[in-house]
């Protein structure tokens, strides 16, 4: 099995950036995609920005251009450069990881955008 952990959730300024980090362990030889979801009490869960097979990237029509999703394949790991950041992008920002046997989600890192 795989086990996700983020970590960089913080709180932070509007417009002030913040990097978040996923690292995947355990079973972890079967993975095929991480990224990256957002969601906000009372809202659906959204994707924010991730890989597919390794080879190319998506991103939520919220980002327009702010965010970049970046990896490290040795280390199991992806990372979300969140910059201009508005106080709406609140939320639990969860990373997910696809694998031969199924999704896996982490806990998820609190990011909250306040002045």
């Known amino acids: 099995q795989v086990q996700v952990v983020e970590t960089g959730g913080d709180l932070v300024q509007p417009g002030g950036s913040l990097r978040l980090s996923c690292v995947a362990s355990g079973d972890t030889v079967g993975i095929y995609a991480m990224g990256w979801y957002r969601q906000a009490p009372g809202k659906q869960r959204e994707l924010a920005a991730g890989?597919?097979?390794?080879?190319?990237?998506n991103y939520g029509d919220f980002v327009k251009g702010r965010f970049i999703i970046s990896r490290d394949t040795a280390k199991n790991t992806v990372y979300l450069e969140m910059n201009s950041l508005l106080t709406e992008e609140s939320a639990l920002y969860l990373c997910?990881?696809?694998?031969?046997?199924?999704?896996?989600w982490g806990p998820g890192a609190q990011v909250t955008v306040s002045s």
């Open positions: 997910y990881v696809d694998s031969n046997h199924g999704p896996h």
């Open positions: 890989f597919s097979g390794y080879r190319s990237t």
